[in-house]
């Protein structure tokens, strides 16, 4: 079955630095969509990559889905407090209506 | 911005007690979800449904769960007898086609807690 790995777990930063969130998969990706939750809170819906190569902008948040469409990197840019949370990279599962989660990046920012 | 509502926001149940969450999905949406987060854990799908019956579902979903769309706004999650293992998130989505371009929406979740 697919399979969405994220690395790294968790990650700590100080404000101001850049990061990097991995997230692959076991088989091609379709569609593949990051969100955002906070401790104990609901999804907010981030970015979608659909063809292989493309590469997504929000605020200080990038996305980009390789060529081969089996790994996707989230890169923030002069990290903030605010972006601290758990990211999530999810997939419809190919061929079927489940859909898949990763298994989340922790991110704390200090101020 | 139109947004999944989820009621209640936290439903406290005893163990062996039936729990309904509710889901008010967005209105032009077809297709419906629901996912399980235990605290600290991946979220795990349960089930899918369209057109009024349930198109997918994981190993997770047995036969204590039920989904129904019992009007034209609500869509429902019963869980018949709870188990102390049933006490988690439980997020509702809805997505408006299967196109891959059509993002799938999450509710802000109903904390079960079975005693």
């Known amino acids: 079955s697919q399979e969405l790995e994220q690395s790294p777990q968790s990650l700590i930063v100080q404000e101001g630095k850049n990061l990097t969130i991995n997230c692959t998969s076991s088989?091609?990706?379709?569609?593949l969509y990051w969100y955002k939750q906070k401790y104990g809170e609901g999804l907010i819906f981030l970015m979608m990559l659909q063809k292989g190569g493309e590469e997504k902008s929000h605020e200080k948040i990038t996305a980009k889905l390789d060529e081969k469409k089996q790994q996707s990197s989230l890169h923030i840019t002069a990290s903030q407090p605010s972006h601290a949370g758990i990211y999530l990279c999810?997939?419809?599962?190919?061929?079927?209506?489940?859909?898949?989660f990763g298994t989340g990046t922790r991110l704390k920012v200090l101020a | 911005e139109p947004e999944v509502t989820q009621t209640p926001s936290h439903q406290v149940t005893q163990m062996g007690q039936e729990v309904i969450l509710r889901c008010v999905p967005i209105s032009n949406h077809l297709y419906f979800y629901w996912y399980r987060q235990i605290l600290g854990q991946k979220v795990e799908f349960l089930v899918s449904?369209?057109?009024?019956?349930?198109?997918?579902k994981s190993e997770i979903f047995d036969d204590q769960f039920s989904v129904e769309r019992p009007d034209g706004s609500n869509f429902t999650l019963k869980i018949r007898s709870t188990k102390l293992e049933d006490s988690a998130m439980y997020f509702c989505a809805s997505r408006r086609g299967l196109a891959e371009q059509n993002i799938q929406y999450f509710g802000a979740g109903t904390r079960l807690s079975v005693l």
């Open positions: 449904f369209y057109n009024n019956e349930i198109s997918e």
């Open positions: 088989k091609t990706l379709y569609g």
């Open positions: 999810g997939a419809f599962h190919s061929g079927t209506y489940k859909y898949i």
